[in-house]
């Protein structure tokens, strides 16, 4: 059985939509022999910044020599992508071994009369019978939605709480105001577990507060920490900062954006209070390797340059607000073509005010997935604001059509649905070849 075909088996769990809440999951775990308790994870929640979060701390920790797993969502390009352990993707081997496994115990809680769990509850549950089966030092666990009634929710004692931001998205699932959100995303907090959160709003970071407050949790507040940037291009930054007392200097980050420099101080509070409670021994220069090396496809990233080709899965407002600041402050006054596409249960008017205010020149395409926001409505919703539109609707069709005009321009970005950015990701590196 190939990776497609272990796709299409979690494709059937789809029907029973995304039902948060963790009774399914219990009986799931239980049934494997609870493996999720034999790890040590870090738990990851966040709107925006919590897969960056995820990757320095997991980049971080292989560079001095851990052995660890790291759990994210969605994917770009392959399934595998969600599930990586020691730097390799997991194999289509190990990937159906573990599938088969978690199939089987579905079955026996469908003979039992429980309900099915849900597609996201099933790939979480190969994630941890995967990492169990490596035997992972660590894992770094991101959160798919939410935070309280999240299948990665199951870990009963992390070794750290994560909320790298709040803002809205997803208000069908987890309330309109962002007060709502906070305490779905609050949910991952444990009982006496440090919390380290990065939250700008005031009204949301009194919610997560609150709820450490009542778990006998220390609050690590990153918002509170100073940092100078040093130097700063398209290839990434330079920082100093001090945390807790421990310098760290000439901090460098291969991500752009400085959102990305609250990701990596996120990253760097919660290895530091490892370091202080000595779960973790690292070595300095190790830790800034693998900060370095951390890179998130599909967030601002570079695919060519001269003229700069961009990709980045900015697909909320607070995503599409980070993107403005970093093109405004890294490509200042360039001419550029701007390539997008969306999902139709996004707030798309505030996205599209960041957009506008990028480019002059649109081509407008849709996403492969049945969500989308029809092209044309995009062109329509755009014109409204003054600017030059092209609508193509087949993605591949657009990024053919804005490589064709590249020489006009000064930099292509593509930017969206991160359906779309996977796609498009494909042919641009096989353009590149």
Do not use: W
């Amino acid at each position: 059985m190939d990776t497609e075909n272990v796709v299409e088996k979690f494709k059937e769990f789809e029907r029973f939509g995304s039902r948060l809440g963790l009774e399914r999951m219990n009986v799931l775990m239980e049934l494997l022999g609870n493996p999720q308790k034999n790890l040590q994870c870090i738990h990851v929640a966040g709107t925006n910044g919590k897969g960056s979060v995820c990757k320095y701390i997991y980049e971080a920790l292989q560079e001095n020599g851990y052995k660890v797993g790291l759990f994210t969502s969605p994917f770009l390009e392959v399934f595998n992508e969600r599930i990586e352990f020691d730097r390799q993707l997991i194999s289509d081997e190990d990937l159906k071994i573990c599938t088969d496994r978690v199939l089987e115990k579905v079955e026996v809680m469908l003979s039992n009369g429980f309900d099915s769990p849900t597609e996201f509850e099933v790939i979480t549950a190969v994630a941890f019978v995967y990492f169990n089966r490596k035997k992972a030092d660590f894992v770094v666990l991101e959160v798919g939605l939410g935070g309280r009634g999240d299948s990665t929710n199951i870990i009963e004692r992390p070794l750290a709480c994560v909320i790298a931001s709040i803002s809205f998205d997803h208000m069908d699932r987890l309330g309109n105001t962002l007060e709502e959100i906070a305490a779905e995303k609050a949910g991952i907090i444990k009982e006496g577990v440090p919390v380290i959160i990065n939250v700008e709003r005031p009204e949301a970071a009194k919610v997560i507060a609150r709820k450490a407050y009542e778990k006998n949790c220390v609050l690590y507040d990153v918002k509170k920490i100073k940092y100078a940037i040093t130097e700063k291009s398209i290839e990434g930054y330079k920082m100093d900062t001090t945390i807790y007392g421990t310098d760290y200097a000439e901090v460098e980050i291969g991500m752009v954006g400085k959102h990305q420099l609250q990701n990596v101080l996120t990253a760097l509070v919660t290895l530091e209070l490892l370091r202080k409670d000595r779960i973790i021994q690292v070595e300095r220069s190790r830790l800034y390797a693998g900060i370095k090396k951390a890179k998130q496809n599909g967030r601002f990233e570079v695919m060519n340059r001269d003229p700069y080709v961009i990709i980045d899965g900015a697909h909320n407002e607070d995503g599409a607000a980070a993107l403005e600041k970093t093109a405004e402050e890294l490509l200042p006054g360039k001419r550029m073509l701007f390539v997008t596409g969306m999902l139709g249960d996004k707030d798309t008017q505030k996205i599209l005010d960041h957009f506008a205010q990028m480019a002059d020149d649109f081509v407008l395409t849709e996403p492969d997935n049945p969500r989308r926001y029809p092209a044309m409505k995009l062109t329509k919703d755009l014109q409204e604001r003054g600017k030059n539109c092209i609508t193509i609707e087949d993605p591949i069709e657009a990024c053919r059509y804005a490589l064709k005009h590249k020489t006009e321009y000064e930099a292509i970005m593509f930017a969206g649905s991160l359906y779309l950015i996977g796609q498009v990701r494909g042919l641009l590196k096989s353009e590149n070849k």
